[in-house]
């Protein structure tokens, strides 16, 4: 049956073709300045992404958020480019808050873009003296109503990711694809360790050289996005380094494999490391990482893909993507099996 095969290449090709090709959806890369006091008028630059802020510009509305309640309202609007413009705020001289500092969230509304968000875009802070049963008119006059929302097909704009949010599609499907095959390749380690068949060894041996396969490249771009997003390749995060030493277990796999002469004592011996191996994942993949701080999502007990991770539009293209390369690693997989019974069958032809 081949059906399964073309699936899987259809499903890569979708993935890698439409996760490129789909842009991101509008969004606010930064503001200056990023601080302010009450009572003060201030004029904030705002840089844009994929923004056309001089169409219908004169319907470009624009706010900073004091919390769910409070918010004001740009009294002047600017637009000096497509992706650049400059608002005006006149801010209250009370605070309706008794905090002395207090984040501001950006949001700005465009009749073709959209709304977007910027949060923690800037820090207001409050007189010494601020009576905030003053200020609560004036910080709700001019509340959010009504926001527009783009109906483009657009992946999200979320700040730091920037472009490189496309690599959801490509780094973690491999992860997702790379423990499939590598639970095949144990329960194959199983399979012989109960029936003694050279055929079981075989197929554990090839799952496990497209899944160390697969590892590696999660790595790989793993490293290119943490120097787009962190700043360098490897920077010793906890998910990085739990990574690689899981990565090096199975290495060592193929290693322990080609020091027996004997075939039944290899297929033996590896087949108990291999189910060994599989079980060392869950810590090091699963566990440890969540239980320290770490620059990777998912750090801290939360788990990652959560909807700050993906939205309905990135699903879309997520799910078909990992189903993908899991066929097309199982694919494979059939393939250098098949590569091992023949040179196996030869040998025994000699």
């Known amino acids: 049956m081949t059906w399964w095969k073309i699936l899987g290449v259809c499903l890569m090709l979708y993935g890698l073709i439409v996760g490129m090709l789909v842009p991101l959806k509008t969004g606010i890369i930064q503001i200056s300045p990023i601080t302010a006091k009450s009572g003060e008028s201030i004029s904030f630059?705002?840089?844009?992404?994929?923004?056309?802020?001089?169409?219908?510009?004169?319907?470009?509305?624009?706010?900073?958020k004091l919390d769910s309640l409070y918010t004001i309202k740009a009294n002047t609007i600017e637009v000096q480019s497509p992706t650049n413009l400059k608002a005006n705020f006149v801010f209250p001289s009370q605070l309706p808050t008794t905090q002395a500092q207090q984040e501001l969230t950006l949001v700005l509304e465009h009749p073709t873009d959209g709304t977007s968000v910027l949060p923690s875009a800037a820090f207001i802070t409050a007189p010494a003296e601020n009576d905030s049963l003053k200020s609560i008119q004036a910080w709700t006059k001019t509340p959010m109503e009504n926001l527009i929302q783009s109906e483009k097909f657009t992946f999200p704009y979320r700040g730091i990711l920037g472009e490189t949010i496309r690599n959801t599609f490509y780094h973690v499907p491999l992860w997702f694809a790379m423990m499939l095959i590598l639970l095949l390749s144990m329960l194959q380690s199983i399979f012989y360790l109960k029936n003694n068949t050279v055929i079981h060894d075989e197929k554990a041996n090839a799952y496990a050289q497209i899944g160390l396969l697969y590892g590696i490249l999660?790595?790989?771009?793993g490293a290119i996005w943490a120097k787009y997003t962190w700043g360098a390749y490897w920077s010793f995060d906890p998910k990085q380094n739990m990574s690689a030493i899981a990565m090096l277990i199975y290495l060592a796999y193929f290693v322990l494999r080609g020091s027996f002469e004997d075939d039944e004592k290899k297929a033996r011996i590896s087949a108990i490391y291999n189910i060994f191996a599989f079980v060392m994942l869950i810590p090091l993949l699963f566990i440890i990482p969540r239980m320290v701080e770490s620059l990777h999502p998912g750090n801290g007990g939360n788990p990652g893909l959560g909807a700050d991770d993906l939205d309905s539009t990135m699903r879309m293209i997520f799910y078909p993507t990992i189903i993908g390369f899991m066929l097309f690693g199982l694919w494979l997989s059939q393939l250098v099996y098949r590569k091992l019974a023949i040179e196996r069958q030869l040998l025994e032809e000699e």
């Open 45 to 64: 630059n705002i840089k844009g992404y994929n923004s056309s802020y001089h169409k219908q510009s004169e319907n470009i509305r624009i706010w900073f």
């Open 218 to 221: 999660g790595l790989v771009t």
